[in-house]
T-cell receptor
Framework: DTAVSQTPKYLVTQMGNDKSIKCEQN?????MYWYKQDSKKFLKIMFS???????INETVPNRFSPKSPDKAHLNLHINSLELGDSAVYFC????????????FGQGTRLTVV | AQSVTQLGSHVSVSEGALVLLRCNYS??????LFWYVQYPNQGLQLLLK??????LVKGINGFEAEFKKSETSFHLTKPSAHMSDAAEYFC???????????FGAGTRLFVKA
């Protein structure tokens, strides 16, 4: 019974294409996130949503557009993919309280060729 | 601004030896501190956290960490390393408000037989 699930796990696509990654959590959390992990394992927050509202947008190119249809889902759509977008993207959720941890999905490895 | 510094991108220990992974934070307010572990091709999972109260925090898999305010440190230790401990470890701090977790650059732990 996966708490935070994201699909697909692997995504290989050509430059210029548009792709989406889906994320769902069944923990009843109010807050969801997208993180990008580069090849050196560095984790950087991209977006944070609370109760379907965008709270944090960390100067991510506007080719990246998150969408939260409800509190349990946060999808990430990427337009005009570039080589530099290749990374592992993690979805996560939490209660939004500062003393509670985030729960992470398994990640989506995006490779742009 | 709050930040997290992990000293040593790679740490190698022998099986049965002490594990010490270093983390220092900078924060203008009392922080909430976390250690996460990432096994290959997986998402992050929580090892332990410090919010308030006892400064020595015990986590899963025999790990513990001590919050030292005077040293602004939150080092992770384990008395005896197992081969299964080989993974990437991340120290993290949550910014006030709970909507943004800042991760350190990560420390890769190698365990030699």
């Amino acid at each position: 019974d996966t708490a935070v699930s994201q699909t697909p796990k692997y995504l290989v696509t050509q430059m210029g294409n548009d792709k989406s990654i889906k994320c769902e959590q069944n923990l009843g959390h109010d807050t969801m996130y997208w993180y990008k992990q580069d090849s050196k394992k560095f984790l950087k927050i991209m977006f944070s949503y609370n109760n379907k509202e965008l709270i944090i947008n960390e100067t991510v190119p506007n080719r990246f557009s998150p969408k939260s249809p409800d509190k349990a889902h946060l999808n990430l759509h990427i337009n005009s993919l570039e080589l530099g977008d290749s990374a592992v993207y993690f979805c996560a959720s939490s209660t939004g309280s500062p003393n509670t941890e985030a729960f992470f999905g398994q990640g989506t490895r995006l490779t742009v060729v | 601004a709050q930040s997290v510094t992990q000293l040593g991108s790679h740490v190698s220990v022998s099986e049965g030896a002490l594990v010490l992974l270093r983390c220092n934070y900078s924060s203008s307010v009392p922080p909430y501190l976390f250690w996460y572990v990432q096994y290959p091709n997986q998402g992050l999972q929580l090892l332990l956290k410090y919010t308030t109260g006892a400064t020595l925090v015990k986590g899963i898999n025999g790990f513990e960490a001590e919050f030292k305010k005077s040293e602004t440190s939150f080092h992770l230790t384990k008395p005896s390393a197992h081969m299964s401990d080989a993974a990437e470890y991340f120290c993290a701090v949550i910014l006030t408000g709970g909507f943004k977790t800042i991760f350190g650059a990560g420390t890769r732990l190698f365990v030699k037989a």
